[in-house]
Structures are given as C-alpha cells and as structure tokens.
C-alpha cells in the first residue's frame, strides 16, 4: 500500500491504526466488521484481553500450537501508538486468551492465562504462550509462500462492528491484496474493514480445503467502523507477513519440548547435517542423542538466530525397547557425525562388542547405507576409548577418524569411507602414555581456521584443551580453554557443530552432570569462552 499512497497518508494511517490498538478505555482494540462465523468456523481464532497499566485493550489471534498463539506484538505495547516493540518474558500485566468458540455467548469457550511473549524483531508480530496446552481445537497451520497481488484472502478477528462496541461473536471478512512488501501486505476490504479488537487477527489463506495465515492484521483506516468519523471511508489495512517466519514460528513452539526433554539421561551426542544441506552456511546443524534406554533422537537445526534455541523438531530414529526386550543402541559405546559425501551426513558408531559400523547417511527415516569396518568380537576395538570424525587429510571430506586408546595411544584414519579403517591410512598421533587415557571426550571443530580441522578435548578433571590442524604429521601444539576444575569440570557431555549457522564448525554444545544445556558459540584458542545457557 505504501506504493499507492503518498509518505504523509500512511503516516496518519500509523497514527490513527495505533491509537485504535491501544483501545484506551474503551475495552477494545482493532475489530473486523464482516460477517458472522459459523460457530465451530475458525475456532483457532483467539480473542485476547490485555491489562496493562491500569488500562484494558483487546486483540486477536491465532492458535498456531496447542500452547501458542500468533499475533501483533503492539497489542502488548506501552503505547501502540508510538512502538509495537516489546521485550520477550511476561507480558506487562495481566493478559488472557479466549478460544475455542465462535460465538462466546452460547458456547462455553476455554480461557487460558498468557505467560510469555516471544515478539519476532523488526515486525509487528509475536507469539504468546498459554499457561497450559488447550484440547479440543485444532491449530491453524503458517503460510510457506508469499501473498500476491490481486490474492484473496479472509480475515477473522473479535473486534468491533459497524454496529458493535464490544462483540462476542467472531466475524470474518475478505480482502484482496494490494501490494506486497518485504515484511507487510497492503489488503483492501470489500464490504468489510479490520476494526478495534482486531490488531493481531489472522489474515487467511483458503484453497482446496486447507487453510493458512498468510498475515496478522496491524493497522487499519477503520472506515465504517463504530465509533469511526463517519468521513473516514478507507476499508485498507496494513498486515505482517508470516510466510517467511515458519521456522520461526516452529522453533518457538518447540521450544518446551525441547527443554522439557530429560536431558540428564542422555548419553552420547553427534553433530551434522542430518536433515538436508546448509544453504549458504545459513542453517544449523542437527544432532543425534542417544539415550540411557537405548532410545535415539534426531534434533533438526533451526534456521533462527537465537542461539538460546538452536533447534525446531525431532524425530526419532530409535524407540526404546519394549520391557523385558533389549535394542542394538544399548550397545553403542561411542558415536560420532561423519561426512561421506552422501546428500545427509553420516555416523560412526563404536558398539560394546568391538564391532565397528559406518551408516553413510542419517535422516529422519533413520540410518541408511550401513557398513561395518570392523567384526564384532575382535581383539582391538575393544580398547578404544573415545573417537571423532573430522577432515584431518587433504580429502574435503569429514570423514576421518581420530581415536584415543585405552593404553594412552591416539591414531588418526584417515579416508574411511574410502579405506576403512586399517592399512597404510593408519598413522599413529601418540604413543603409548599416562596422559591420554583420561581424555573423556573428543570432538572435531574449525577453530583456527588451520587447513585441516583442531580437536577439541576435554578431560577428566575437567580440562579444556585444543590441539589446532592436526593432520598425518600429528599434533601441532596445544592450547588450554579451560583450566583443570573450573567451568567444564561437570560438563560431562559434548559435540562441536555449526549450531548458530554461519558455517563454521566453531560452537560447541554441552550437556552437564545435572542435565543442564549451554552453547559455547565461536570458541577460539585464547579468547574468553562466551557460555549461552539453554536450560537450567
């Protein structure tokens, strides 16, 4: 819309949509005077009661989980005339969210208190999280493409009428898209108008029985609308853009499952690209856990910036076994991420009977391409300790492998995929020592930008040490992180990967002793490590 009309007309529309939302003492914030829902029609959309400062404003929404609903973030502002921008935490006061009925007079609609807002920066968006999950109402899916020109589309919202000050009943309406910019979609309404009470209300989109939100509804001109200058004829209205925030809005709502896992019983962890490529080094790498019951977890990366919730979904890629039966992944002893150049990274796993397997890929259907390097029951696999997988040769590929023995020996293999993990590719990193064998976790990163990758171990007193660009010649000298019994001394599980997605395997994830979770993002040797704490 900012393309029809002139600068100074859409700085009175800001104006004038703003102190709408704002609802004053009115009760009420933006509105949509269309037709009447059928009741049972769009019950995932949300009416919401605000209190703040000592005033009362509505707004409305959309449930887009069972714990969150989608909305404007000014409908939470100080003064939504000025800034729709809001910390993320509580909500300023007390706010409520009303759904699962159309019509709130005749149905008894569930109402759920709202305890943390989560706004998306740069927009007039946020997501608002129930106090507990609500049943009975299926949530509305998030747009993937882009609004167009000329689109239709519906919008639903609890706010004011034409005839109305304060409805119960929802109604919806159809507007066409004018113009689509960056973040906003300009909409039109014909024979209807987005109104106080409705700031926040689902723009959407409906085709072959599926329905969207393409948009929440931000400011409007309000022609029409009660209690509107009767001279004020403009049914066009300013929407932000969802369509592109999908990830975003998948990561938020993951984001209790994600913490609500039980992280202390996880006992290895393995970094990669499980679930597809990173394009342009933009996306996070995933990660495998496995489990005390034998269970495994595939956790996908997130494409967002918040390094405080690095993943969006999880699969799993092995169920615990029934009681009384037994699964292979109580056998793993040690597992690692590799890449053999296949479309999704691959694992290594070293399991209790000295048998050694490569699975050339993993995805979220599981493991694929299995190939053992090493028979069960052998003589020497037995006795090693630890292992990663990294790019220590000249071949691009991360598909080498340092282990570290029980007798203090660290070896290097370089090309397994390739060549296995015997023969002329073996080189021997150390000898025989007292030192290694209380090496207690190793894992591969890119910290000093060597040509080859550094190894990163930690130790059982606690010791963070980096050896930088080790390769076939051995270690090129070492460099301490941490010092013995300070910050990693509980830090008792770890993987390196590019976990804030710009590329860099640098950022190093850590469960602790009491099932604590933190991100070290862009560790390097003599730098302050910076510790992003998850959960606890």
Not at 144 to 153: D, F, N, V, Y
Not at 335 to 351: N, Y
Not at 508 to 517: C, E, K, M, Y
Request: glycine share 14%; charged share 20%.
């Amino acid at each position: 819309m900012s393309g029809i009309r002139p600068r100074r007309a859409w700085t009175a529309l800001t104006v004038v949509a703003a102190l709408a939302g704002s609802a004053l003492l009115t009760g009420s914030a933006h509105a949509l005077a269309g037709d009447p829902a059928k009741n049972g029609s769009y019950a995932f959309t949300v009416k919401l009661d605000i209190d703040r400062d000592g005033r009362t404003r509505s707004c409305s929404g959309a449930l887009v989980d069972r714990q969150w609903v989608l909305s404007a973030a000014r409908c939470f502002a100080a003064d939504p005339a000025k800034d729709y921008r809001i910390d993320e935490g509580a909500p300023k006061g007390k706010a409520t969210a009303t759904l699962g009925a159309t019509d709130l007079t005749t149905t008894a609609p569930a109402v759920a208190d709202i305890t943390e807002l989560v706004p998306y920066a740069g927009r007039d968006l946020v997501m608002a999280k129930l106090a507990k999950p609500v049943g009975g109402v299926t949530p509305v899916a998030v747009a993937t493409s882009p609004p167009a020109a000329g689109e239709q589309l519906k919008g639903a919202g609890f706010g004011r009428t034409k005839t109305q000050w304060v409805p119960d009943m929802l109604h919806t309406g159809t507007f066409t898209v004018d113009t689509v910019q960056d973040t906003t979609a300009g909409i039109t309404g014909t024979d209807t108008v987005v109104c106080k009470g409705d700031t926040g209300g689902p723009a959407l989109r409906e085709s072959g029985g599926q329905v969207e939100v393409a948009a929440v509804n931000s400011r409007s001109w309000q022609g029409g609308c009660l209690g509107t200058d009767p001279a004020e004829t403009r049914t066009s209205a300013l929407a932000t853009r969802v369509d592109d925030l999908a990830a975003w809005v998948q990561t938020v709502r993951y984001r209790p499952v994600f913490a609500g896992a039980p992280w202390a019983k996880a006992t290895h962890l393995a970094s990669g690209y499980f679930t597809g490529g990173s394009a342009g080094g933009a996306r996070r790498m995933d990660m495998i856990v496995r489990w005390t019951d034998g269970e495994v977890t595939l956790y996908q990366g997130s494409d967002g910036k918040d390094a405080r919730h690095p993943f969006l979904a999880e699969y799993q890629l092995a169920a615990a076994p029934k009681p009384g039966k037994t699964s292979i992944w109580q056998h793993a002893k040690q597992i690692t991420g590799a890449g053999f150049g296949g479309a999704t990274d691959g694992l290594m796993v070293r399991w209790g009977d000295g048998e050694l397997t490569r699975y050339t890929s993993v995805d979220a259907k599981g493991f694929h391409g299995e190939k053992q390097l090493a028979k069960p029951k052998n003589t020497t696999w037995t006795h090693a300790r630890q292992i990663t997988a990294g790019r220590y040769t000249g071949n691009p590929l991360r598909d080498d492998m340092i282990v570290a023995w029980d007798d203090g020996r660290v070896t290097l293999h370089g090309d397994v995929g390739l060549n296995g993990v015997a023969g002329t590719a073996q080189r021997q990193l150390s000898g025989k020592n007292t030192t290694w064998p209380y090496a207690t976790q190793l894992s591969a990163g890119e910290f000093t930008g060597k040509k080859t990758m550094d190894l990163l171990v930690r130790w059982a007193d606690g010791e963070g040490t980096f050896y930088p660009g080790v390769d076939t010649a051995g270690f090129h000298g070492e460099s301490q992180l941490f010092k013995p019994k300070t910050d990693w001394n509980n830090a008792t599980l770890m993987t390196t990967g590019a976990f804030l997605g710009d590329g860099r395997i640098h950022d190093v994830f850590v469960r602790r002793s009491n099932g604590a979770l933190s991100i070290y993002p862009g560790l390097a040797p003599g730098g302050k490590p910076t510790e992003i704490k998850i959960t606890g």
